[in-house]
């Protein structure tokens, strides 16, 4: 074999390589994911307040209202209505007491300049909230979300929105037995190695269990209610405020909250072929 | 000699395809190249439309199979996209980058059909 062979050889080996190469080409896609409810009816949404229970560390109340706000506003179409947050435990309470018909007043809708102004200071702590601490209590108050008088009369103070309700408990939870962990170390060589070993841990951390119920403003009706439950466990040792777990579990959440609402686009890698 | 070179001239008119089967696949292979590029650029439709030639054309073409279910997912046709991807997998069956697509796309149908169950 001459050079000039040798040379020529190489040339078509590179040649294929680069040919093979070019076989494939990745490319980002997003995959659309198609609501699953249809709110082209509304161009409003109200998310008016929760029955919130468990810890008293977070106000589950004010906050799912401002993130759900928050959240719809910069990721869907519908106008987010600005008003005061609704102790729904509180009038589901008295609910029981009075009849249906004594319906508290509904906060004045805000003008448009009043929508843009700062986030309104969170309600005074009230004494006669309810203490809700399981999910069987929170069963105790339920019957307002079927109460269609009271929905409707809400619907008509914000020109017929879509309403978001619903029940949130956040609670503390607190476990101990045995975790396996990889314990590392040397070995006689010097090596570092890793070996599974079964340890006794104290863990804490909470649960947070959300049903969002979407009413329909127009008539007051149930159309839609969702259920989720999501948990996280830290070491005891490690002093993980309340407020970051709520707001650690909420995110694994809000996309399938919203994906309720919207179209959510899931986006990944996926290699077109010759 | 004659006799020699007969039973290669039997052997390559029975097992090389026939003519026009290879320009088919040039055909859907031009179709192919045109979509991945348009598809590069943004025009999912464009691309998808010439994946689905490209298939009619050949319709033993593994690649084009696969890039059509991509087209698929990204306009969410999951069904079609499932059934191009089958398709693709039943021609070339160990094709690693069509079966990581196949299970990309698998784990998002997945989590479509478990939200709508909730």
């Known amino acids: ?274 | 000699m004659k006799l020699r070179v007969l039973p290669l001239i039997v052997a390559l008119a029975v097992f090389s395809p026939p003519a026009y089967a290879g320009d088919a696949r040039a055909d859907a292979k031009s179709q192919v190249e045109f979509g991945i590029r348009v598809a590069q650029n943004g025009l999912w439709k464009e691309a998808t439309y010439r994946w689905e030639k490209a298939v009619e054309i050949d319709p033993t073409y593994a690649a084009a199979w696969n890039n059509l279910a991509i087209g698929y997912e990204q306009e969410g046709r999951f069904e079609d996209a499932q059934k191009a991807y089958e398709k693709a997998l039943e021609l070339d069956p160990k094709n690693l980058y069509i079966r990581q697509n196949f299970d990309l796309f698998k784990e998002i149908n997945e989590r479509t059909k478990r939200r709508s169950n909730r």
């Open chain 1, 1 to 274: 074999m001459n050079a000039r062979s040798a040379a020529a050889i190489v040339s078509l080996v590179v040649l294929c390589a680069a040919g093979a190469c070019t076989n494939f080409y990745e490319i980002p896609i997003e995959t659309p994911i198609q609501p699953k409810l249809d709110v082209s009816a509304f161009q409003r949404i109200l998310v008016v307040g929760f029955i919130t229970g468990g810890t008293e560390d977070v106000d589950a109340n004010l906050e799912t209202v401002r993130l759900l706000r928050s959240q719809l506003r910069s990721k869907s179409n519908l106008r987010v209505i600005e008003a005061e947050v609704l102790p729904l435990a509180e009038l589901a309470a008295g609910q029981g007491k009075s009849s249906a018909g004594d319906i508290p007043p509904v906060p004045p809708l805000p003008s448009e300049g009043q929508q843009a102004s700062a986030p309104q200071p969170p309600p005074e702590p009230q004494s006669d909230a309810p203490r809700i601490r399981t999910e069987k209590d929170l069963e105790k108050y339920q019957s307002i979300f079927a109460d269609v008088a009271f929905w409707k009369k809400i619907g008509e103070e914000y020109q017929n929105p879509l309403i978001v309700t619903g029940t949130v408990l956040f609670t503390p939870q607190q476990t101990q037995g045995f975790v396996v962990r990889n314990q590392e170390g040397w070995d006689n060589l010097g090596r570092r190695t890793t070996m599974p070993q079964r340890v006794w841990l104290e863990r804490k951390g909470f649960v947070l269990s959300p049903k969002f119920i979407f009413i329909d403003g127009r008539t007051g009706a149930t159309i839609h209610s969702e259920t989720f439950r999501e948990e996280v466990l830290y070491e005891a040792r490690q002093n993980t405020p309340a407020l970051s777990s709520y707001f650690e579990l909420m995110d694994r959440l809000v996309p399938s909250f919203l994906g309720s609402l919207s179209m959510q686009k899931i986006r990944g890698i996926r290699t077109l072929l010759r």
